[in-house]
């Protein structure tokens, strides 16, 4: 049997000569060579060098070249990291085709070319996507494009913190002040493993306010939170940041949830006193799916059960929001408990989705939300696509304009032994 790329065979050079004694040292071969070098360039190149990187790899294995795009904020472009080729779109492109499917797409180019359009995912996060370009593409070349995949990936995320390259390539528009500090506090708009996946939106991209999102995973445990501060200035989003960090301070001192929105509370009325805050606090425990949660005036989320959101189903008695009102009222805090089933899905949102207008000036309202999550969700699509078409038909009936922001966040509980 032949060897695969980076592997040795019987009689390799590299294992010694078989019945003289003791093996040598085993040489690497040239895939692993190949993935050695990758690794040590990638940790030395500055940002924008990775379309270099890439094109050295693309020579390495006998490509034409490969491109590599990022996503755009809004997920509507891919955007080209290097100078030159043009944004693809994410709908309607075969390049768009294997970001939104998280799966290999094959295109024909004239002049007998083709290109492999490969996802590229941290985790559960999708960034963009690589085209590999060529005469050919066989398993072994589909192999090591797949490793280069794995490698940008992981090297834009461990980058783009300290850097602003990224994020220049990646907007379509000038971001307002309150919006880049938010956005500065935001985890991974998508996070997960085999039990659980939590992915997030917030509109208006380039100007939200005072609305945000958190997630987070422990071995047995998601915590998520949705918060919604009142108004939209650079004072809702202080609130909010003061939330979120209130937030992560208990939870990594592993409170329980009422001490954890205590803790939220507490900050906003000796900081900002005249500021309050709605949300919901949650946990979903990743093996038996039981999910806690604390309403602090917010909407109610919505189960999703086989392409359906069952009516009411996690609607419970309201409590006020975080801040001033909450601390003069002595407020004490309720957790609920509801026991999902495999492939259960929980949104949860802001009023600012349910209360916008629509072209005729009608309120959008939750039924008309419930149908757009039920299209949204009834093709299977996995949740962070579904989330990104539900929040673009939202978005496309108010002609890509807001007046509050609307947040966004899909939580799936997909145990592996479940159906």
Not at 54 to 61: E, H, I, L, M, P
Not at 116 to 124: F, K, R
Request: glycine fraction near 8%; include cysteine.
């Amino acid at each position: 049997m032949s060897s695969q790329p980076g592997e040795t065979g019987p009689d390799d050079p590299g294992q010694g000569s078989p019945g003289r004694g003791r093996p040598g040292p085993r040489q690497p071969g040239p895939g692993e060579r190949l993935f050695e070098q990758l690794l040590a360039s990638a940790h030395a190149a500055a940002p924008m060098e990775l379309p270099v990187l890439a094109q050295r790899f693309a020579d390495a294995v006998g490509l034409d070249r490969i491109d590599v795009y990022l996503v755009d904020l809004q997920q509507r472009l891919l955007v080209p990291l290097a100078d030159g080729p043009l944004p693809l779109d994410v709908d309607t492109t075969v390049a768009g085709s294997a970001y939104r499917a998280h799966a290999l797409r094959v295109e024909e180019l004239v002049q007998g070319r083709i290109v492999a359009w490969l996802p590229l995912i941290d985790g559960a996060e999708r960034l963009g996507v690589i085209g590999a370009t060529g005469p050919a593409i066989d398993v072994a070349l589909l192999r090591r494009c797949r490793m280069l995949a794995s490698v940008l990936a992981m090297t834009i995320t461990s980058k783009r913190a300290a850097s602003d390259s990224f994020a220049r390539r990646t907007r379509c528009e000038t971001m307002l002040l309150p919006a880049e500090m938010l956005r500065a506090f935001l985890p991974p708009r998508t996070i997960g493993n085999s039990h659980v996946i939590s992915t997030a939106v917030l509109e208006p991209a380039y100007e939200i306010g005072g609305d945000a999102f958190d997630h987070s995973l422990t071995p047995s445990t998601l915590h998520v939170a949705i918060l919604d501060a009142m108004g939209h200035n650079l004072a809702s989003g202080l609130t909010t940041a003061v939330a979120m960090a209130g937030c992560r301070n208990a939870r990594r001192a592993e409170a329980e949830l009422p001490q954890l929105v205590d803790t939220i509370q507490h900050a906003l009325a000796e900081w900002l006193p005249e500021q309050f805050c709605t949300g919901i606090l949650a946990q979903l425990d990743l093996a038996d799916g039981v999910l806690r949660w604390c309403n602090c005036g917010h909407p109610p989320p919505l189960l999703i059960r086989d392409h359906r959101v069952l009516d009411r189903a996690l609607e419970r008695p309201p409590q006020p929001p975080m801040g001033t009102p909450a601390e003069l009222a002595e407020v004490r805090w309720q957790v609920h408990e509801e026991a999902l089933e495999p492939g259960d899905r929980v949104l949860m949102y802001t009023d600012g989705v349910t209360e916008l207008r629509t072209r005729g000036g009608a309120e959008f309202g939750l039924e008309r939300f419930t149908d757009s999550i039920i299209r949204a969700t009834a093709a299977g699509e996995p949740a962070p696509e579904a989330l990104r078409q539900l929040i673009h038909s939202i978005l496309d009936r108010q002609d890509n304009q807001l007046r509050d922001d609307a947040t966004l966040l899909l939580l799936e509980w997909r145990p592996p032994n479940g159906r």
